[in-house]
């Protein structure tokens, strides 16, 4: 199965960043997405730096992405 870009960002608009309201295509917290083949390259940038807040969001990105895409 090809992986589509458009697939992948609307995935990504059901997610949002721990403690911030907004999702996180929206929010400005996914800056560039790469696709090549079947993975799936993300740039994320957080407003909350601490280090669970990170790995929540991206075990929960990686979920959502491997049940939907």
Same mark, same amino acid.
């Given at each position: &199965? !090809? #992986?589509? !870009?458009?697939?992948?960002?609307?995935? =990504?608009?059901? @997610?949002?960043? %721990?403690?911030?309201?907004?999702? #996180? @295509?929206?929010?400005?917290?996914?800056?560039?997405? &790469? @696709?090549?083949?079947?993975?799936?390259? =993300?740039? *994320?940038?957080?407003?909350? %730096?601490? =280090?669970?807040?990170? !790995?929540?969001?991206?075990?929960? @990105? =990686?979920? *959502?992405?491997?049940? !939907? *895409?």
């Amino acid at each position: &199965m !090809k #992986i589509n !870009k458009n697939d992948v960002v609307a995935v =990504l608009k059901t @997610i949002s960043a %721990p403690g911030e309201g907004e999702n #996180i @295509i929206d929010s400005g917290a996914i800056t560039n997405i &790469m @696709i090549f083949g079947d993975q799936i390259d =993300l740039d *994320v940038t957080l407003a909350n %730096p601490s =280090l669970q807040a990170r !790995k929540k969001l991206e075990v929960t @990105i =990686l979920e *959502v992405l491997h049940q !939907k *895409v």
